[in-house]
């Protein structure tokens, strides 16, 4: 999102191949060079140079609830119809859940991150080697418009995930942490979803992002 409202969707970023002056973190307001992407129509999309990363200063906690509030829409619809294919939601009776995954979907998402690794400039290691999360997370939730259920595409949950583990948590602990978190904690206190559709799919949406975000303007904070 630009300091405009604007939102850019910024690809490949190998989080674990930027160097320490290149690697942000959400919320750093960040300068880079990018070209248009050759497979991918939609406006928002942006083929990064990773080297050319810049960082800037952070949105501070008071200001993120006055800064996205008004960008956010009613309904993933009311985002087809402009034309985007990213958007704000603020779900409506949000529930968040989460089951084990059978091997065999361990198995073809270990699968997919070799194969995405290959196809790469350079062959990413660290991706090919990533281990999936044992479990899926998913939030079912409802917009202006209709009910939805999404699995969580927001990688910071499954870095809670293992963040809490490494913590000494036990698994159950962990998700029982989660639990909280996404179903207590978050809705009381304000939360948005960050959603986007597939460049060749594109009446198929995603669940990217979820914020933590007061719905007044008193001030927002975040993972």
Known sequence: MTPEGQWKRLYPVRFRHLKEENSFKRWDFIDFKYIRPP???RRESCRVFEDSIVIGKRLAP???AAFLNPLVL????AAEERGDSLALIRPIEP???YKLKSSSDLKEERDSYKLAASQGSLLDDDLAALEPTPYEFKFRFKDAHVPHEYTNGDWEAHAMYYNERKRGRTVQETLDWM?????DDYPKRGMLFAVGNLAKRPQTWQLL???RVDENLQGALAL
């Open 39 to 41: 497979r991918d129509n």
């Open 62 to 64: 008071s200001k993120r």
């Open 74 to 77: 009613p309904s993933v619809k």
């Open 95 to 97: 529930r968040f859940s």
């Open 179 to 183: 639990d909280h978190r996404f179903n």
């Open 209 to 211: 992002g979820v914020l």
